[in-house]
């Protein structure tokens, strides 16, 4: 058995991003989780919605991320080739811990999800780690290390083991390029033109949020998975958003002013996020009509809130 120990517990519960920042932080870097969630983009992003909505809605893959901070990886892709390609995932993952650096592995202890994985256990055949609901904090978690495989078809990778810094992370560039996108994703129309068809559509943004508020404001409307998933992760992300400018806003002299109103609103739309908790997380009821009643009009100040923050936010590009 080898486990690194000193890795620390999650901050934001979120299915892509966190096990990288743990990790680096680990190696060294100083991230905080609002400047991290906010260059990576989730303090941002709402879509779906839908139990998917968190993890392909992203501004870019974990492998871009890696790069935009400076670190080199190996990826050990899934093939469909039996076992070999777990025996290389196990291999490169247990030689990375041998070595002292954690490593990044697909639904090692939460279903489709990034988690950290920190040792393991050659005998029990075990990985140990960290994963936004299972291990997160407290005690590592502890699953069988061919879990992977179960769903790696989603994303054809099982594993990426980090290979050290080879550059540095452009903080202007990468900044300005994250608010870029934050305005971009929440003014995105994609498919909002089939919004009267028959078949449920995926939404981006504002739209996904309006849809949301509107499902809601309907008293037969059932509490679903995707409810629930969203609720929790986006209540957790989307508190990064207002610490992320005001981390950056001094970087922004004639900018500043903007950046940090926007803030305060994007601040707003959090507290609308986290009294919706309790509403949609999934020990709540399916169908409840009062709960309903209660849940729309928060989701509708929500997604006023961030509206008028994105809003603000494109205002305050237009003079960097």
């Not at 260059?39 to 392909?56: D, K, Q, S």
């Not at 040792?119 to 904090?137: A, H, I, S, V």
Request: hydrophobic fraction near 40%; aromatic fraction near 10%.
């Amino acid at each position: 058995m080898k486990i690194v120990n000193g890795v620390s517990e999650y901050e934001v519960f979120e299915a892509n991003f966190e096990s990288l920042r743990l990790a680096l932080n680990f190696l060294g870097e100083n991230y905080s989780p609002a400047y991290f969630h906010g260059i990576a983009g989730t303090a941002f992003r709402v879509g779906g919605i839908c139990p998917c909505a968190p993890t392909c809605t992203t501004a870019m893959s974990l492998q871009q991320l890696i790069k935009l901070l400076g670190y080199d990886y190996i990826e050990l892709p899934y093939v469909e080739s039996g076992d070999g390609d777990v025996a290389r995932m196990t291999d490169a993952v247990r030689a990375s811990i041998d070595d002292g650096v954690p490593a990044l592995v697909w639904n090692a202890f939460t279903p489709c999800e990034w988690n950290i994985v920190t040792g393991y256990d050659e005998n029990e055949k075990l990985f140990l780690g960290r994963g936004p609901w299972n291990g997160g904090q407290g005690e590592y978690a502890r699953n069988a290390w061919g879990k992977s495989k179960e769903e790696a078809g989603l994303v054809g990778v099982l594993a990426l083991v980090l290979k050290g810094k080879v550059g540095s992370l452009n903080r202007r560039e990468t900044e300005i390029a994250a608010l870029r996108e934050a305005v971009r994703h929440a003014n995105d129309r994609e498919n909002t033109d089939k919004l009267e068809s028959s078949e449920w559509v995926f939404l981006q943004g504002r739209a996904a949020l309006k849809r949301w508020a509107d499902d809601f404001a309907k008293p037969e409307r059932r509490r679903g998975v995707g409810d629930s998933y969203c609720i929790d992760i986006y209540s957790s992300c989307h508190a990064s958003a207002g610490e992320f400018l005001r981390e950056i806003a001094a970087n922004y002299p004639s900018a500043a002013d903007s950046l940090l109103n926007a803030a305060q609103i994007f601040d707003k739309e959090e507290e609308c996020l986290q009294k919706l908790v309790p509403l949609l997380t999934w020990s709540s009821l399916e169908a409840d009509a009062d709960r309903n009643a209660k849940a729309y009009p928060l989701l509708q100040e929500a997604l006023e809130n961030y509206s008028k923050a994105i809003d603000v936010l494109e205002s305050a590009l237009a003079i960097i």
